[in-house]
């Protein structure tokens, strides 16, 4: 059905490695600029050098390195598995939600009511912490928490909607009820996250205020090690015997199931995966935007990161965090400077890129390079 | 204003006059003893003469209300707009120099408001009586108005008035100082069927109002009979509420059945031409307020076909202009259908702004029939039930009469074949999407007459459509009607029981679970074209 990109050999030589030579020397290249570059241009550099990266950048660069991460995500599933989820920004919010908690209680008496409690609980006049809320002083229990969340709820779901040989369409209508599901939910106070206000107003983590330059610049240099960790993740993934099948099960699944393989454990530990993917990137996007609310489980913001991945370049690993940086890019200077046409450059954008470009920006960089070697040649 | 209210005094007045014909019946010494005297003994004389019936008396008592009423020694005038009328024999006539206004105080103006609605009481005219019971039942009853209400029930000849009479009678007697007539009231109330009767008894079973144990154990049990009446009244409500929204579900989902069933494309922009019906009947209206202000309730005549041709418009332009290149890749039309949604939207946000817009019902359509007297049901509601219907034949009739649809189906079941024996199969796409697009108009036109219309109107219903047509399976009208009122009913019936969200998320968890079982719906195609 869709043969957009067909499964590859790679030379023998390449398959232990990786990369090739200058795969790593990008990825490296990567590591200097979000480990080293950035932090000495925005900590050491003073705000008036021309060279100085203002927080500003920093704390947009970081928000999208987090969608890089959901756009990976969304890639395995739907560049490499071919299933298209319209519910990912669930697994998002929820790993946002298990950070937040820590933090709204790491705020401690700092709140406006100085309680012990997070402030809109005494809002609405609860005296104790719902249960939901038992791990939320430990750090460490929450992070568990961000993990195992998003990774249960995607793995009861995915089993029973791959049991049951639900795809294509269908299933991407159902992630989309469940994202919407969850979004009521969370907008009820008594859910116990905050009703729509959600989680804001963070102090600290681990003690350190969130406020400092060091601490933004520890969760940024993080979250650019967890993006580059989670690219060599993908592709090892693709590059193994592993990935070869799950994209068999992209282009034909029912001859895969036919030579003896059992699709739904291989697109059940994918699905799981790339939730558990989405859950660590809203994890760390929390703390670095300040807030997080049930709108990121609309239906709109799920759909979004399809077009990451689509504009980038799906069944490319690297294209789906091209596409994020563009098109979040595109959205912080559109929403500036012409607000009004951000929705029409987006609508464009998933009209544009389905009609003329079904293999993205990479798809282009390909091309250019495939006509320039022909060029060389002649 | 001022010369309105009293034109309509004087309307209301004459209109009394005439229905309590032979008018001016009521002797000097009468009226003088209701006009002129001390509190006590005026409002005396008012309760005999209402008590006797005496003919005029409304209109005297009215008139007195206006403070119209002007008196000397020996006679009585009504005084309107400059004209005297002597109160007695009603002739015109100048009015003496001498002649004193009356003033009422609040408690002679009460005692003349509850003696102008026992009045009525005793109209020829049954509407007029209803109305009088309409409003003595809304307020508390006075028991002065108990023997006007005793002669009413003597004469009355209508049944249901007389035991809402009879009722009324008990709602007065239920205070009432002698048992008896408390144990009575209480029967008489156990068999009404009305929200405030309920309240009369549960107020009697504060701890303070009825003391004797034999009659609160009978209070206690007319309450419950009471609440056995209300329930089926909010039976019927829920079931009401559902069907309504089940009729809209179908509106909405009728559409996407022939985008998605037939032609198996994903149109998230179902939801933003439906937006586009709802904005041309804003259209219209506009332009029948403008140009034709007296025509106003026949707007929704036009709107109809209106929206439909706009939205079946928009739909072909892009079948033609971007869906068509995109047939055969289920997921990437859902990608661009849904960037098509963000454009439309943008774009009605830019012309006719964020705001949402006012659509007003044609008159006809407020109000609503009374079915029980917890139940209204309202009349845009049953019209939308109603239009449901109609268009779900007409699409029935157009699938499975025409040849249009037969080429639909056709094409549907098998593209090559269909092609092969000389159907132009991309006309039959463009007008199969046209029609799919048209029908979200017209869902759009009946959801301006009980919703906001606005640039989000679509976006909250695409999820709710969507999950009907996954319901009710691809390819048939019959699944289709099913989901849509089968899950109508079910999210107001859980609402009654869990509130509007949790409701909600239950129908959803429902629909994951029941795919489970029913990977293709309700009604699923049999045969080879089943697995296409």
Redesign the interface.
């Given at each position: 059905m869709n043969t957009l990109n067909p499964v590859q050999l790679l030379p023998e030589s390449r398959r232990g490695l990786l990369l090739g030579v200058r795969g790593w020397s990008v990825v490296i290249g990567a590591l200097a600029v979000v480990a080293v570059l950035i932090p000495l241009l925005n900590l050491a550099v003073p705000a008036g050098n021309p060279l100085h990266f203002g927080d500003y950048g920093v704390a947009l660069v970081a928000k999208i390195m987090c969608y890089a991460m959901c756009a990976l995500a969304m890639d395995l599933v739907w560049g490499y598995t071919g299933i298209?989820s319209?519910g990912h920004g669930l697994y998002f919010a929820l790993g946002g939600y298990a950070m937040g908690m820590y933090l709204m209680r790491q705020i401690g008496h700092d709140g406006n009511y100085r309680s012990d409690l997070p402030d809109f609980m005494v809002f609405l006049d609860w005296k104790t912490l719902p249960w939901t809320w038992s791990g939320s002083a430990s750090f460490a229990c929450q992070m568990l928490l961000v993990v195992a969340v998003p990774g249960a709820l995607a793995a009861v779901?995915g089993w029973?909607?791959f049991?049951?040989?639900?795809k294509?369409?269908?299933f991407?209508?159902?992630t989309?009820?469940?994202t919407?599901?969850g979004m009521?939910?969370f907008?009820?106070n008594e859910t116990g996250f905050g009703g729509n206000n959600g989680f804001t107003d963070f102090k600290r983590i681990l003690g350190v205020p969130l406020a400092l330059p060091s601490t933004r610049m520890v969760l940024f240099v993080l979250t650019g090690l967890m993006l580059i960790a989670f690219y060599l993740l993908a592709r090892a993934i693709v590059n193994s015997k592993y990935g070869r099948v799950l994209q068999a099960i992209r282009d034909a699944e029912s001859r895969v199931m036919f030579t003896g393989y059992d699709p739904l454990r291989y697109k059940l530990s994918i699905w799981v995966l790339s939730a558990v993917m989405c859950g660590i990137a809203g994890a760390l996007y929390v703390p670095q935007v300040g807030i997080i609310n049930p709108s990121e489980m609309s239906?709109?913001a799920s759909?979004e990161m399809?077009?990451w991945a689509?504009v980038g370049g799906r069944g490319t690993l690297v294209g789906p965090i091209v596409g994020a940086f563009f098109v979040n890019g595109a959205k912080s200077w559109f929403t500036q400077a012409f607000p009004?046409f951000w929705?029409?450059f987006?609508?464009?954008?998933?009209?544009a890129?389905?009609?003329f470009l079904?293999h993205g920006i990479m798809g282009i960089a390909n091309r250019l390079k495939r006509e320039k070697g022909v060029e060389v040649k002649a | 204003m001022h010369s309105v209210m009293a034109t309509l005094r004087l309307a209301l007045a004459i209109f009394l006059a005439s229905a309590l014909a032979p008018a001016w019946a009521l002797d000097a010494a009468q009226a003088r003893a209701i006009a002129v005297g001390e509190g006590d003994a005026r409002i005396a004389a008012l309760q005999a003469a209402v008590t006797r019936g005496d003919p005029g008396l409304a209109a005297f008592a009215q008139a007195l209300l206006d403070d119209a009423v002007k008196t000397t020694a020996t006679g009585v005038f009504i005084v309107r707009d400059d004209k005297a009328v002597d109160a007695i024999t009603g002739q015109p006539v100048k009015l003496p120099d001498d002649a004193e206004d009356v003033s009422n105080n609040n408690r002679l103006r009460g005692a003349l408001q509850a003696a102008l609605s026992g009045l009525r009481l005793l109209s020829p005219d049954l509407p007029t009586r209803r109305a009088a019971v309409d409003d003595l039942a809304k307020g508390d009853a006075d028991p002065a108005l108990l023997p006007v209400i005793d002669k009413a029930i003597g004469r009355e000849a209508d049944a249901t008035l007389k035991s809402r009479l009879e009722r009324l009678k008990a709602a007065v007697q239920i205070a009432a100082p002698e048992r008896t007539l408390r144990l009575q009231a209480i029967q008489q109330l156990s068999s009404s069927g009305e929200p405030t009767v309920r309240a009369l008894l549960q107020a009697r079973l504060a701890p303070d109002a009825e003391t004797d144990p034999e009659l609160r154990a009978a209070l206690g049990h007319a309450v419950a009979q009471v609440d056995a009446r209300l329930a089926w009244g909010e039976r019927l409500g829920v079931l009401f509420t559902g069907a309504s929204l089940g009729s809209i579900l179908l509106l909405v989902a009728l559409g996407l059945a022939i985008t998605y069933g037939l032609m198996g494309v994903?149109n998230m922009a179902h939801g933003e031409l439906m937006m586009i019906g709802a904005y041309t009947t804003w259209g219209v209206q506009n332009l029948f307020r403008h140009f034709a202000p007296g025509l106003f309730d026949a707007y929704i005549v036009l709107a109809i076909p209106a929206s439909f041709i706009v939205s079946a418009a928009v739909g072909a332009v892009l079948e033609r202009g971007?869906i068509r290149?995109?047939y055969g890749?289920?997921?990437?039309?859902?990608?661009?259908t849904?960037?098509?949604?963000?454009?439309l939207?943008?774009?009605v946000?830019?012309l006719f702004g964020a705001q949402n817009v006012e659509v007003e019902n044609p008159s006809w359509m407020s109000g609503g029939i009374a079915v029980a007297s917890n139940l209204t049901l309202p009349w845009n509601r049953l019209a939308i039930i109603a239009f449901a219907a109609l268009v779900l034949l007409a699409t029935w009739l157009l699938v499975n009469r025409t040849r249009l649809g037969l080429f639909v189906r056709g094409v549907t079941q098998n593209r090559r074949m269909a092609s092969c024996t000389g159907i132009n199969t991309t006309r039959i796409d463009t007008l199969a999407f046209a029609l799919g697009a048209g029908i979200a108009g017209l869902a759009g036109c009946a959801l301006s007459q009980v919703g906001n219309v606005g640039p989000d109107l679509g976006?909250s219903y695409?999820?709710d459509s969507?999950?009907v047509v996954?319901l009710g399976g691809v390819g048939q009208l019959a699944g289709t009607v099913l989901a849509a009122l089968g899950l109508g009913l079910m999210n107001k019936m859980l609402e009654g029981l869990a509130g509007a969200?949790?409701a909600?998320?239950f129908v959803?968890?429902f629909?994951?679970?029941f795919?489970?079982?029913r990977?293709q719906g309700l009604f699923a195609l049999k045969g080879r074209s089943a697995e296409s």
């Amino acid at each position: 059905m869709n043969t957009l990109n067909p499964v590859q050999l790679l030379p023998e030589s390449r398959r232990g490695l990786l990369l090739g030579v200058r795969g790593w020397s990008v990825v490296i290249g990567a590591l200097a600029v979000v480990a080293v570059l950035i932090p000495l241009l925005n900590l050491a550099v003073p705000a008036g050098n021309p060279l100085h990266f203002g927080d500003y950048g920093v704390a947009l660069v970081a928000k999208i390195m987090c969608y890089a991460m959901c756009a990976l995500a969304m890639d395995l599933v739907w560049g490499y598995t071919g299933i298209l989820s319209l519910g990912h920004g669930l697994y998002f919010a929820l790993g946002g939600y298990a950070m937040g908690m820590y933090l709204m209680r790491q705020i401690g008496h700092d709140g406006n009511y100085r309680s012990d409690l997070p402030d809109f609980m005494v809002f609405l006049d609860w005296k104790t912490l719902p249960w939901t809320w038992s791990g939320s002083a430990s750090f460490a229990c929450q992070m568990l928490l961000v993990v195992a969340v998003p990774g249960a709820l995607a793995a009861v779901f995915g089993w029973f909607a791959f049991r049951s040989r639900i795809k294509g369409v269908y299933f991407s209508i159902i992630t989309q009820a469940l994202t919407f599901a969850g979004m009521l939910l969370f907008f009820r106070n008594e859910t116990g996250f905050g009703g729509n206000n959600g989680f804001t107003d963070f102090k600290r983590i681990l003690g350190v205020p969130l406020a400092l330059p060091s601490t933004r610049m520890v969760l940024f240099v993080l979250t650019g090690l967890m993006l580059i960790a989670f690219y060599l993740l993908a592709r090892a993934i693709v590059n193994s015997k592993y990935g070869r099948v799950l994209q068999a099960i992209r282009d034909a699944e029912s001859r895969v199931m036919f030579t003896g393989y059992d699709p739904l454990r291989y697109k059940l530990s994918i699905w799981v995966l790339s939730a558990v993917m989405c859950g660590i990137a809203g994890a760390l996007y929390v703390p670095q935007v300040g807030i997080i609310n049930p709108s990121e489980m609309s239906p709109a913001a799920s759909i979004e990161m399809a077009i990451w991945a689509a504009v980038g370049g799906r069944g490319t690993l690297v294209g789906p965090i091209v596409g994020a940086f563009f098109v979040n890019g595109a959205k912080s200077w559109f929403t500036q400077a012409f607000p009004e046409f951000w929705l029409y450059f987006l609508g464009a954008l998933f009209i544009a890129v389905t009609l003329f470009l079904p293999h993205g920006i990479m798809g282009i960089a390909n091309r250019l390079k495939r006509e320039k070697g022909v060029e060389v040649k002649a | 204003m001022h010369s309105v209210m009293a034109t309509l005094r004087l309307a209301l007045a004459i209109f009394l006059a005439s229905a309590l014909a032979p008018a001016w019946a009521l002797d000097a010494a009468q009226a003088r003893a209701i006009a002129v005297g001390e509190g006590d003994a005026r409002i005396a004389a008012l309760q005999a003469a209402v008590t006797r019936g005496d003919p005029g008396l409304a209109a005297f008592a009215q008139a007195l209300l206006d403070d119209a009423v002007k008196t000397t020694a020996t006679g009585v005038f009504i005084v309107r707009d400059d004209k005297a009328v002597d109160a007695i024999t009603g002739q015109p006539v100048k009015l003496p120099d001498d002649a004193e206004d009356v003033s009422n105080n609040n408690r002679l103006r009460g005692a003349l408001q509850a003696a102008l609605s026992g009045l009525r009481l005793l109209s020829p005219d049954l509407p007029t009586r209803r109305a009088a019971v309409d409003d003595l039942a809304k307020g508390d009853a006075d028991p002065a108005l108990l023997p006007v209400i005793d002669k009413a029930i003597g004469r009355e000849a209508d049944a249901t008035l007389k035991s809402r009479l009879e009722r009324l009678k008990a709602a007065v007697q239920i205070a009432a100082p002698e048992r008896t007539l408390r144990l009575q009231a209480i029967q008489q109330l156990s068999s009404s069927g009305e929200p405030t009767v309920r309240a009369l008894l549960q107020a009697r079973l504060a701890p303070d109002a009825e003391t004797d144990p034999e009659l609160r154990a009978a209070l206690g049990h007319a309450v419950a009979q009471v609440d056995a009446r209300l329930a089926w009244g909010e039976r019927l409500g829920v079931l009401f509420t559902g069907a309504s929204l089940g009729s809209i579900l179908l509106l909405v989902a009728l559409g996407l059945a022939i985008t998605y069933g037939l032609m198996g494309v994903i149109n998230m922009a179902h939801g933003e031409l439906m937006m586009i019906g709802a904005y041309t009947t804003w259209g219209v209206q506009n332009l029948f307020r403008h140009f034709a202000p007296g025509l106003f309730d026949a707007y929704i005549v036009l709107a109809i076909p209106a929206s439909f041709i706009v939205s079946a418009a928009v739909g072909a332009v892009l079948e033609r202009g971007i869906i068509r290149f995109l047939y055969g890749r289920p997921l990437e039309t859902l990608l661009a259908t849904w960037g098509i949604s963000l454009v439309l939207m943008q774009g009605v946000r830019s012309l006719f702004g964020a705001q949402n817009v006012e659509v007003e019902n044609p008159s006809w359509m407020s109000g609503g029939i009374a079915v029980a007297s917890n139940l209204t049901l309202p009349w845009n509601r049953l019209a939308i039930i109603a239009f449901a219907a109609l268009v779900l034949l007409a699409t029935w009739l157009l699938v499975n009469r025409t040849r249009l649809g037969l080429f639909v189906r056709g094409v549907t079941q098998n593209r090559r074949m269909a092609s092969c024996t000389g159907i132009n199969t991309t006309r039959i796409d463009t007008l199969a999407f046209a029609l799919g697009a048209g029908i979200a108009g017209l869902a759009g036109c009946a959801l301006s007459q009980v919703g906001n219309v606005g640039p989000d109107l679509g976006q909250s219903y695409i999820v709710d459509s969507f999950m009907v047509v996954v319901l009710g399976g691809v390819g048939q009208l019959a699944g289709t009607v099913l989901a849509a009122l089968g899950l109508g009913l079910m999210n107001k019936m859980l609402e009654g029981l869990a509130g509007a969200v949790l409701a909600k998320i239950f129908v959803l968890v429902f629909i994951v679970v029941f795919i489970q079982k029913r990977p293709q719906g309700l009604f699923a195609l049999k045969g080879r074209s089943a697995e296409s």
